[in-house]
């Protein structure tokens, strides 16, 4: 997969990861080996959950923001829902 994506991982505790990559397989199999991210490493396993492309880096990273300021109920829907949430 080629491009910018931001990310949603369900961990193992049932907690909700945000982040963006370049490299979805990669940066997938990172958190799965506890080099990802403090926060995923005592969560383990992860699964992703939700994945939506940017054009960019900057817009990958306006993305990661905003569904990090959702409360978890929405974050649900946007993962049900496959992708956009209107109003953000």
Not at 24 to 33: D, M, Q
């Amino acid at each position: 997969m080629s491009g910018w994506h931001c990310y949603m991982l369900e961990c193992a505790d049932g907690t909700l990861y945000t982040g963006i990559t370049n490299d979805l397989e990669k940066r997938l199999a990172a958190h799965n080996s506890g080099t990802a991210s403090k926060c995923t490493r005592s969560r383990l396993p992860v699964k992703l959950v939700f994945t939506e492309g940017q054009p960019d880096r900057a817009a990958a990273s306006r993305r990661e923001a905003q569904i990090k300021r959702l409360p978890r109920s929405a974050k649900l829907t946007l993962i049900a829902r496959g992708g956009v949430l209107w109003p953000l």
